[in-house]
């Protein structure tokens, strides 16, 4: 008899009693696909308070997030390409759109939001790009050449930055921006959607988990934004004093991460993370309230097998904890940088929870299934549903960040 290797054999163990065709399908590349749409989803709105309601304050770090969403953007389906068996197949439902299957619905969402994000960092750059070709229009070399060609390609033709131009630009972004807000919660909402809408799984059969979703998106998109802000800009200063202490006088010391940016968006930090702990509960109680058939297997799992996920690691550790500290008088850069770090944490156990916990019980309601992360791997699936695909994932970002960043600097600059 031939083997036949089964997807979640690997890192699905079983206890009690479960289905023979039962495993752990949805495993660490679908917990990872709405944790990175919804920074995507997070980072966009954050530049919005910004562009749309006018929070000068939050100008700086609102152009960061812009361009740091638009380097998100590519990622946010890199974990089902590599959850997928078949990647090659992933382009089908953007050439046959249509609204009756959710997976067609979001290509559609995506490339919508794809393009207003775009075009919103086009008109807020267009600018740069335009002085940028008159800077290089006097330096020589192959490398300022094709520099100057490519800024000249971005312009798209654009060449005016007369007043009357730049306020059309800026009336365009705003209208962007206002438009993109709800398409960013809809994209992230969607991922609700698909767990919300799978009516045989009884933890995710829930109307509050779009919104859930939407709301934890929010906080962890402004979290990370404010964290690699953070660290950027104190790198920046570090840098700066350095060079300055090693007699490069010509070297200016930057200020780093400006304590008043930092405060402000933290206050709104604190109340979108208020809303996203108190639709949680409210699902929770909600639940317990209806005690359907299937509330005795969910009780189990939430106040037994997963009780330290939920209620320690996700509430305690990654709501509750940060909540206090950002809460405190006094606040400081080291503070609020502990603070996104364990709201990341805990927005990204809120998605375990729900992805991988909602696969913990059997159907039968009488067995249960345990999944374990592949940290070494020994085969192409154990690295892409295991910790390699994880740090791929996290890290590409980054990458996209640096490159764009050469062309569209999100951290000083004229707007």
């Not at 439902?93 to 919103?120: D, N, Q, R």
């Not at 829930?206 to 690699?228: D, E, N, R």
């Not at 800009?233 to 060079?243: D, H, I, L, S």
């Amino acid at each position: 008899m031939n083997d036949i290797i089964v997807h979640g054999l690997e890192w699905t163990s079983k206890e009690m009693f479960t289905y023979p065709n039962e495993f752990i399908y949805w495993s660490i590349q679908i917990v990872m696909y709405p944790y990175m749409t919804g920074l995507v989803a997070g980072a966009f709105v954050l530049s919005s308070l910004y562009h749309v309601f006018d929070q000068k304050d939050l100008k700086e770090l609102a152009r960061f997030s812009l361009v740091f969403s638009l380097a998100l953007l590519p990622v946010a389906a890199m974990p089902l390409l590599l959850h997928l068996q078949q990647p090659l197949r992933a382009m089908h439902p953007l050439f046959t759109p249509h609204f009756t299957s959710a997976i067609s619905a979001f290509g559609i969402v995506f490339l919508t939001y794809a393009l207003i994000v775009v075009s919103e960092v086009w008109f807020v750059y267009r600018r740069h790009f335009v002085e940028q070709i008159n800077e290089l229009a006097g330096e020589k070399g192959i490398g300022a050449r094709m520099k100057r060609r490519t800024f000249k390609i971005l312009t798209l033709g654009a060449m005016d930055i007369d007043p009357e131009s730049l306020a059309k630009d800026k009336k365009a972004v705003r209208i962007l921006a206002g438009i993109g807000i709800p398409v960013a919660c809809f994209l992230h909402g969607y991922a609700g959607f698909i767990f919300g809408s799978v009516k045989a799984n009884a933890l995710w059969m829930s109307p509050l988990m779009p919104v859930i979703f939407i709301m934890s998106a929010v906080v962890s998109g402004i979290a990370l934004c404010m964290l690699t802000y953070i660290i950027i800009m104190e790198y920046k200063k570090f840098k700066a004093v350095m060079a300055k202490g090693l007699g490069d006088e010509s070297v200016k010391v930057i200020q780093g991460a400006e304590m008043e940016v930092i405060s402000k968006s933290s206050r709104y930090l604190m109340s979108f993370l208020v809303a996203a702990i108190s639709l949680e509960i409210l699902d929770l109680i909600f639940r317990g309230y209806t005690a359907m058939k299937s509330w005795d297997i969910l009780r189990s799992v939430m106040y037994g097998k997963d009780f330290v996920n939920i209620f320690i690691l996700q509430y305690g550790l990654g709501n509750l904890v940060p909540f206090i500290i950002l809460l405190l008088p006094g606040r400081t850069l080291r503070r609020v940088t502990l603070a996104t770090v364990l709201i990341l944490f805990g927005v990204f156990m809120m998605r375990w929870n729900v992805v991988i916990g909602g696969q913990a019980f059997s159907l039968s309601f009488s067995g249960f299934m345990h999944y374990h992360l592949p940290i070494i791997p020994h085969s192409l699936e154990t690295f892409k549903e295991g910790l390699g695909g994880v740090v791929l994932v996290l890290s590409t970002p980054y990458i996209f960040f640096y490159f764009i960043n050469k062309f569209t600097p999100s951290l000083g600059g004229k707007s």
